[in-house]
């Protein structure tokens, strides 16, 4: 009996060692595959390696080592932040593009600068699409670049300067449409923009440029009604307040209306929308960073929603 005890004994301190062991090794399998991982995708000389493509591929330089090693971990934070959105899947998706270095407050310090109507600019009372019916094909989509009243896509620079973009997009459409010539920029009417060319700073208009194009006024859509939005939009493109401070990586896709408030801080233009295979519907919005950006310099924002604030502060010119 002793012999049979003791050997069940030994038996069991074996098994146990063993086991032990499997734990052991397990735990080591699963830490060096986790640091193989995070080498891999957030470790430091993969992800150096990775920003000097990026420094290439954008032709950017930085005045000494130590504004490289700041912006580098500028960086590497953006980076892992855009891998493990898209790793998450969901109906948008990011991308490591021009502004990969900059912080999400510089970015919206220089790229938004969404300001009211200027002051002396007539508003019109009412709504004059207040009982406007869709058609069917209005129901299921409308674009404006299709229709010939949408110029290319531009790009502001850092110069905070949306709302004037978003105004003249607004302006080409309405004249296109009322005239069927559509190129023109802003000057207290509009002028051409060979006449005059953009700058990207800040500074006071010249005035002594002859306007090619005039309106009467302009008119607010009713606010948060996206019905109303809508049925502007199906009749001419109209210049709206977003909060674009999630739009940075915008790479694709239907971007949601969790990833952002509703404090409108950009303007930019809804051009039309639509629904996706899937049967998400969206706004069709033109921004002005560069056709590197987003979907051509294009944005699918969710509709129905008030995502973004989109529905919230959009007007259009009256001609």
């Given amino acids: 009996m002793a012999s049979y005890i003791g050997k069940h004994t030994r038996l069991t301190a074996a098994f146990m060692l063993l086991l032990a062991v499997v734990i052991v090794m397990g735990y080591i399998l699963i ?3 986790g640091r193989n991982l995070f080498a891999g995708v957030y470790g430091e000389e993969a992800m150096k390696e990775r920003h000097q493509k990026w420094m290439a591929q954008h032709d950017r330089a930085y005045k000494d080592e130590v504004e490289k090693a700041q912006r580098f971990r500028v960086f590497m934070a953006n ?3 855009v891998d493990r959105s898209n790793a998450k899947g969901g109906k948008y998706r990011l991308a490591i593009n021009k502004f990969a270095d900059m912080t999400n407050e510089e970015f919206v310090a220089q790229y938004t600068g969404f300001r009211p109507v200027p002051t002396g600019v007539k508003k019109i009372s009412g709504f004059t699409y207040e009982n406007f019916t869709l058609s069917d ?6 674009d404006w670049r299709q229709k010939g009243a949408v ?3 531009k790009n502001q620079g850092p110069c905070g300067c ?3 973009f978003s105004a003249v997009a607004a302006l080409e459409g309405i004249h296109q449409i009322s005239t069927g010539n559509l190129y023109v920029i802003s000057n207290g009417g509009l002028t051409t923009e060979d006449a005059y060319r953009y700058n990207a700073m800040q500074s006071m208009c010249q005035t002594s440029v002859q306007p090619a194009v005039a309106i009467s006024g302009y008119q607010d859509v009713p606010s948060e009604d996206d019905g109303a939005l809508a049925a502007a939009v199906a009749n001419q493109p109209v210049s709206v307040g977003v909060d674009a401070h999630s739009f940075q990586f915008y790479n694709g896709g239907v971007m949601t209306g969790e990833s952002c408030g509703t404090n409108s801080n950009h303007a930019v233009t809804a051009i039309g929308y639509g629904t996706t295979e899937d049967g998400s519907p969206y706004w069709l919005l033109k921004n002005q960073w560069g056709q590197n950006w987003g979907e051509g ?5 969710e509709r129905g929603t008030g995502a973004c604030g989109v529905a919230k502060q959009a007007s259009y010119p009256v001609a």
């Fill in 297 to 301: 310099g294009y944005m699918r924002l």
């Fill in 162 to 164: 949306c709302w004037a």
């Fill in 31 to 33: 830490e060096v595959e």
């Fill in 151 to 153: 110029t290319g896509v």
């Fill in 79 to 81: 980076a892992a932040f």
């Fill in 137 to 142: 094909d209005q129901q299921a989509a409308v």
